[in-house]
């Protein structure tokens, strides 16, 4: 069955970098388009951007552009999500989640989603 | 970008009351809708895609419509484990913005 695992919990200063990986298993890595989602305490979601693994081709919210990466590894099938220049308000819980789609022609929204990973901005 | 915008932002609701839940878009979206279910500590499920699609394993009670820029979604009858948030999002093109999400409590 389709299992997303990402890394651990992150402590960062203000002004730093985080990288959260999401490992994929149980499909085809290639086919199906990653979505990054957050969620700060008590708060919304907030869509943040998409991989295509076939390819790599990115789409990120404009917000976060120049500030957020996504790469992937499609030999270990893990994507990864990079956020520099880290401030409090990054302080979130961080999701990635796969695309319902089995064909990257179309983006169905986010169906499988990872256990999150918690990112918190400290000083 | 696209807009979505929920309400009520909240509501109070007894078990096995009907609840309806409201969506609308900033410009039309067709059917590019999917409604989550997310409780507290876990990552959000899918309940409802394509408007008006019910994933599967999801309880036939949650039922979707809509199409263009409004959208709802329905509990038929509320469960105790129906107690939860409930965000919608749209798929039409990115970036795909979710609502603000609904809570839904007990009365």
């Known amino acids: 069955h389709v299992q997303l695992v990402q890394s651990g919990a992150e402590v960062k200063k203000p002004g730093a970098s985080v990288k959260v990986s999401c490992k994929a298993s149980?499909?085809?890595?290639?086919?199906?388009?990653l979505h990054w989602v957050r969620q700060a305490p008590g708060q919304g979601l907030e869509w943040m951007g998409i991989i295509n693994p076939s390819g790599g081709g990115v789409s990120y919210v404009e917000k976060f552009q120049g500030r957020v990466t996504l790469t992937l590894d499609t030999s270990t099938s893990t994507v990864y999500m990079e956020l520099t220049s880290l401030k409090f308000e990054d302080t979130a819980m961080y999701y990635c989640?796969?695309?319902?789609?089995?064909?990257?022609?179309?983006?169905?929204?986010?169906?499988?989603w990872g256990q999150g990973t918690l990112v918190t901005v400290s000083s | 970008d696209i807009q979505m915008t929920q309400s009520p932002s909240s509501l109070s609701a007894s078990v096995g009351d009907r609840v309806t839940i409201t969506c609308r878009a900033s410009q039309s979206i067709r059917t590019y809708l999917n409604w989550y279910q997310q409780k507290p500590g876990k990552a959000p499920n899918l309940l409802i895609y394509?408007?008006?699609s019910l994933q599967s394993g999801v309880p036939s009670r949650f039922s979707g419509s809509g199409s263009g820029t409004d959208f709802t979604l329905t509990i038929s009858s509320l469960q105790p484990e129906d107690f939860a948030t409930y965000y919608c999002?749209?798929?039409?093109?990115?970036?795909?913005?979710f609502g603000g999400g609904t809570k839904v409590d007990i009365k």
């Open positions: 999002q749209h798929t039409y093109t990115p970036p795909l913005t």
């Open positions: 394509a408007a008006s």
């Open positions: 149980g499909y085809t890595f290639t086919n199906y388009y």
């Open positions: 989640a796969r695309d319902g789609a089995s064909t990257v022609a179309t983006i169905a929204g986010p169906y499988d």
